[in-house]
């Protein structure tokens, strides 16, 4: 019997990516320069946030997405952080709210004008104060509304009640730095990648950790959920410094299912997986091509679709929900570009060839729309619901009647399991102990100078005086 090739058919193998032109891209921003490992920009059906290099403080600018082209440089921005901005992500079901995370060891949530900023915005709607060091994630929960994670360098994960604006449960299992987090469809597991080389599954409301991997041969970087198949995605580094991807089985983390090495570059993988058309993006932080897999529920998982290529470099990218996409030209995925070495923003539209113009009902299945399913206390009760689906047919249009409103409180201890977090300061690194040194050196330095300078006027006030009393008028 003569071998033949095995034939894969997929409705997916033909997708390719397809760069804006210019005229729709947004010009002239500021893209911050900051070396943290997070995307810098968050985008909605409504508005797209990119974090910016400012002076004196963390900014980021809000800009409505029909307004493309050369942004101003007096542009409005937010910028009432004392520190730079880490993370920024849209609330998943009121397009005008968004939460930032900074240096400034705070969380803060904002609620920008319909139409955009007019003037630039300084008072945040809530301020969370929590964590005794800066806050680098920020996560919503996928299916209640008023829920939000943090992960900051104090080794914690801090659980959000906005409604309350306190903290409701504090994860304390991590003995260094975490470096992504991901929930699951129905938001009730949490997975965390964390620089002492552990891969955990968490149960957020208790705390326990379901499932831990040591991960000497695959260092995790990034970690997502893949859906509701009950699996994870990892990126990272092998033994052997090449970029790897691993798929793992939630309630087993012993062994990976499959590891697959991609390159021998550095730069960051991070991942985007769709949970409606099971494919999976692969982005390397400082490449200028995105990689698009298809994942099975058989060996070999992880099967190779294509490559979107492109000379820019990227530092971070946004990605649009999907019923923010435009379904009559069969778009499946829209990533949303930053190329610092041009201040340009560029979408990427990922499209599916069809000749039909009629809607694609078999690319297009039910998907969450922006309606919560639960309310923070349903879900702090232990209740579990999936998202509301909804149709992208005739194209979606928001209905959600959820509103924000900030809860009145005053700043005080924040006490979580018994523990002040404000007060409860872990072992400060060298790193940081040396960053304390020098500020105290700069400081102590200053003290001088201007102590020094009263000398000075001091003895000036005094020969006056001595000149004065000598004076023949007074005499």
Excluded at 16 to 44: L, Q
Excluded at 185 to 195: E, F, H, I, M, P
Excluded at 445 to 454: C, G, H, N, T, V
Aim: glycine share 6%; charged share 25%.
């Amino acid at each position: 019997m003569s071998w033949r090739p095995q034939y894969r058919s997929s409705k997916f193998r033909n997708v390719y990516g397809k760069a804006a032109s210019r005229e729709f891209c947004f010009d002239g921003i500021p893209i911050t320069k900051n070396v943290h490992d997070n995307h810098f920009c968050a985008v909605n059906a409504a508005f797209i946030a990119i974090v910016t290099e400012s002076a004196g403080g963390g900014a980021f600018l809000v800009i409505p997405l029909q307004q493309t082209g050369r942004i101003e440089p007096n542009y409005p921005k937010v910028c009432g952080h004392q520190g730079n901005v880490l993370d920024i992500k849209w609330n998943p079901f009121i397009d005008t709210v968004i939460a930032s995370c900074s240096e400034d060891t705070s969380v803060r949530i904002w609620e920008i004008p319909e139409g955009g900023l007019k003037r630039n915005m300084t008072e945040a709607a809530l301020e969370l104060f929590g964590h005794s060091r800066r806050v680098g994630i920020v996560e919503w929960h996928p299916t209640t509304n008023n829920i939000l994670f943090s992960a900051g360098y104090d080794y914690k994960v801090l659980i959000w009640n906005l409604d309350v604006g306190e903290p409701v449960k504090m994860l304390d299992c991590h003995s260094d730095v975490i470096l992504c987090l991901s929930l699951n469809a129905d938001g009730s597991l949490l997975a965390t990648s964390c620089k002492d080389k552990r891969l955990r599954v968490l149960e957020p409301r208790s705390g326990r950790v379901l499932q831990e991997a040591t991960c000497k041969n695959h260092r995790v970087n990034r970690v997502v959920f893949l859906g509701s198949t009950k699996r994870l995605l990892t990126t990272g580094v092998s033994r052997w410094n090449t970029r790897q991807v691993a798929l793992w089985d939630q309630d087993d983390l012993s062994m990976p299912l499959m590891e697959e090495e991609i390159d021998g570059l550095s730069g960051l993988l991070f991942p985007f997986y769709d949970a409606d058309t099971h494919m999976l993006y692969l982005a390397g932080k400082g490449d200028g091509n995105i990689r698009y897999y298809e994942i099975g529920s058989e060996k070999p998982y992880l099967s190779y679709l294509m490559e979107f290529r492109s000379p820019a470099p990227q530092k971070g990218l946004g990605v649009m929900p999907k019923h923010g996409l435009d379904v009559s030209a069969c778009e499946v995925f829209r990533f949303y570009k930053l190329i610092t070495l041009k201040g340009l923003i560029e979408p990427i539209s990922m499209i599916v060839p069809r000749r039909s113009e009629t809607y694609q009902e078999d690319i297009y299945p039910m998907t969450p729309g922006t309606e919560p399913a639960l309310t923070p206390d349903e879900w702090l009760s232990g209740i579990n619901r999936d998202p509301i689906l909804v149709s992208l047919k005739e194209g979606y249009k928001r209905t959600s009647k959820v509103v924000f409103k900030a809860p009145a409180r005053e700043k005080k201890s924040v006490v979580v399991n018994g523990i002040d977090l404000l007060e409860n300061v872990p072992p400060r690194t060298e790193n940081e102990l040396l960053r304390m040194f020098f500020r105290q050196q700069d400081e102590i330095r200053r003290l001088k100078e201007e102590l020094s300078q009263k000398d000075v006027r001091i003895r000036q006030l005094q020969l006056e005086l001595k000149n004065f009393r000598n004076s023949p008028k007074n005499n």
